[in-house]
Each structure stands twice: as C-alpha cells, then as structure tokens.
C-alpha cells in the first residue's frame, strides 16, 4: 500500500485502532456510559451524539435504487431480494422484490426472511459487547477462563488469546480453518478440538486470518458467562428490544418463519431452489441469523447509534474501531476502485470507502448473499439481501453508497436506470418514511 495514496485515511484509522485498544485495556469500564451520557430510556428516539453530520446530496433518491432492486428480480435474473435503507435513524426504504420460491412462487415482502451468513457476525459482537458493558464479560478476558478445554497447539498461545482475539480473527490459525470440513457435515465440536492440533502462522493478536468454526466460540463463552445459551441471549438482548420480529436463529428459526426466501442455485434449466444447507447453521454467532428488511432496518438504525438504550455510544464506537489491516479485501470488484483502507475490527470490516469511513460486512452460504454497510459520518446504512449465488447485485451496494457520497455516477450494475424507473412496480407495498417510534464475502 503506497504511502501517498493512503496517509490520510490510514492516520485517521488509527486513531480508531486507539480508541478502541483503549477499552481492550480498561475491560467494562470503558464501556459504561458515562453519567453526562444517555443511557436509553426504553424509546427509540436516543442518538448516539448530537454531532451534525454530512448530510445527503439533495439529488439522492431512494426510488431509483428501489427501481434498480426491482429491475433485478423482474426477468429472474435474481429470484429474491430485500433492500434496507436508513438515515438519520428513520427508515428510507425496506422492501421485498421477486419471489420466494421460483418452484412455488409467492412474492417476497419486507417480512420475508432471508438467511444472513456471516452478517450474523456483527450480532454476535455486539452480543459480547452488552455483556461487557454488564460487567460479566472483558474484551481482555482470556477464553481459558470461560472454556478451560480451549487449545492451541502451542500452550503459551492458548493462554494469551482474548474475546477480542476471537471477534477480531486474531488468534494467528490458518484461513478459514475447517471450513471445508465443515462443508463435509463434521460437527462443530470435533472441529473446535482439531484446534489444538493446528500449527500457528503468528501468535494471537498479531496477525488476521478470517475464521468461522473458531469465530464461534464466542457463542460458548456467553452460555459459559450467562448459563444461557446464545440464541436465547441474542433474542432476549438484541431482536426483542429493537424490535426485529421476524429475526430468528436456525435452520428450524427459518423454516418456521410465515415467510421466507428459499435459496437457489443455477442449473442448465434455470434457478432451482434447494433445502437450506444446515452446515453453517452449527455455527450460530459466525452464519447463525436469519431476518427481513424490517428487521435490518431497525439493526441499521440501531448500529447508527439510534438506539442507545440497547447499544451504547462507547460500544458501537468500539464495535466498529479496527484492530489488524486486512488488505486483501481492497482486490476485488468495486472494492479496487472505491476502497484505500481495509481492515477488521469486532464482527465488522471498516474501509475507507472514496476517502470516507465505511463499517461493513458481507455474506455468502449456499443459495443466499448479503451486504450491510454504514457510513458514520453521513449518519446512513444500507443492507442488500437475496436468495441466490449470483454475484449481479452486489454491484447495487456501490451504486447506493456512491450517490449517498455525492460520487460521479458509474455503471456498476447493467442495468438502465431510467428504464427501471418509468416501469417501477414493487412486489411490496412502497415503505414510508417511518420516525423512530417504528419498532448477514465472508
């Protein structure tokens, strides 16, 4: 990475990587509010400053993207999709397009569950986090202290890794280890043992390698922390109080749901929907969520700081703060033209996305994908789901952020915009602006 192209975004990043090393240290009580800070009075209405932001370019249009998402789904080229869009902690948009099930059509609404992949690794942070804002959890707490059985193959190692280490993908183990074995139907538990058999690039903390099997141990702490188990802690803590009714956890969450996206994978005849793939739902807090487009606005809404009463200012500040450069997720697609930083903080990556800041999180497990991005400064969030392995919308996500900056218009999708529009018709009703009262690449 070229010093003259990345000084100032790199600078301004690492004084987030400061901010957040300073409640790695100081455990809990860095992440109390204050008493001179809101603490939440059970509405929606707490914000996470009063700080003015960025606002909107006047041209930015929220009908266009909602045009684009339906265009999409309208000759199949997607089966489903749900598009989230918030600012300034109301809701912009959040619809459903195209249909459920190409074998049984029935339309996709805002309700319509999808299953989020790794987009679920956000919530298992933010899960940690509220039990160390409790005081029960530090992000300096070692995993041996919660699962004694945890082990490395080097035993100095095992010793030092941290909450903070498993959320952030530091624990210095291979790329996605396991994941393949996973994939075969091994069980969790057998492939969390075969860690202690795993030789180390790095010593903990020291170095990023991206992890789904080890990611979710985390899970195993908070029922170690709490005596309840995660999904049961997720719901209570997180889905119940921002009012993600639609959310659940599970390939039986799924399944169970009055509406959900089937996911689909190309054949010579088309796109063809298949059973859920349970492989990755033995991971809970690395791929374990499903929701809607109402949910994910409200968990835009909330990650933007608009409910404090359920996750503070200290924490999301944390939450998004990176801890280890990642650079090879500048190399692909939009990613190489618009993003000059990568890097990863807990559950979430951060980017500097056209010289701005940029919270962010893909996902991708048979039949489903998923984008969610915030921008801080512009006190806005979006987040793309569909029901199928097709890279095609994925160019959306660029195209919102792009206009939301005021950038030159580029053709990320091939698709004519002004085409779409004149022939706009959602398989939703148009969602309406809501306040604040209104209750997942791996």
């Known amino acids: 990475m070229k010093d003259n192209t990345t000084a100032r975004p790199r600078t301004f990043l690492r004084l987030a990587v400061l901010s957040a090393l300073l409640p790695l240290a100081l455990g809990s009580t860095a992440q109390t509010p204050s008493p001179s800070q809101p603490t939440g009075t059970g509405t929606s209405t707490d914000t996470i400053s009063t700080v003015s932001h960025t606002p909107l370019p006047p041209d930015f249009d929220v009908r266009r ?40 059509p029935t339309p996709v609404d805002s ?54 280490d498993l959320l952030s993908h530091r624990l210095g183990l291979p790329h996605n280890a396991y994941d393949r074995d996973l994939e075969r139907y091994v069980d969790y538990r057998t492939l969390t043992g075969r860690l202690a058999d795993t030789p180390l690039r790095c010593q903990p903390g020291t170095c990023y390698a991206y992890q789904n099997v080890a990611f979710s141990l985390i899970g195993d702490i908070v029922f170690a922390a709490t005596g309840d188990f995660y999904s049961q802690e997720v719901r209570r803590r ?31 005849g088309g796109w063809v929907s298949v059973s859920p793939k349970p492989t990755y739902y033995q991971l809970p807090p690395a791929a374990g969520v499903n929701a809607s487009a109402s949910d994910m606005a409200q968990w835009l809404i909330a990650q933007t700081g608009h409910r404090t009463d359920v996750l503070s200012a200290p924490l999301l500040a944390t939450l998004h703060a990176p801890l280890v450069d990642t650079p090879g997720q500048m190399s692909t697609s939009w990613r190489r033209e618009r993003i000059t930083y990568a890097g990863y903080a807990l559950g979430w990556r951060v980017h500097d996305y056209a010289g701005e800041r940029m919270i962010y999180h893909g996902g991708v497990v048979q039949g489903y994908r998923g984008m969610i991005a915030l921008l801080p400064e512009r006190d806005f969030g979006v987040a793309v789901l569909w029901n199928s392995n097709t890279g095609l919308p994925s160019g959306l996500m660029p195209t919102i952020l792009d206009s939301a900056l005021g950038l030159p218009e580029r053709k990320w999708l091939d698709i004519d915009v002004s085409d779409a529009l004149s022939h706009e018709s959602g398989s939703d009703e148009h969602a309406p602006v809501h306040d604040l009262q209104v209750v997942a690449q791996r």
């Open 65 to 104: 993207f909602e045009a684009m998402a339906q265009a999409l789904v309208a000759d199949r080229r997607v089966p489903g999709m749900a598009l989230a869009i918030v600012h300034e902690g109301k809701v912009l948009s959040a619809r459903g397009y195209g249909i459920t099930d190409m074998q049984a």
């Open 111 to 164: 309700h319509t569950v999808f299953r989020l992949a790794s987009l679920s690794k956000a919530f298992a942070s933010s899960m940690a986090g509220l039990l160390i804002n409790d005081g029960t959890l530090r992000w300096d707490s070692k995993v041996t202290q919660y699962l004694p059985s945890f082990k490395l193959k080097d035993s100095y190692a095992t010793q030092q890794v941290t909450v903070a």
């Open 238 to 268: 997180i889905f119940k109080p921002l009012g993600m009714n639609d959310a659940s956890l599970g390939l039986e969450g799924i399944e169970s749901s009055p509406s959900w996206a089937r996911p689909h994978i190309s054949t010579r």
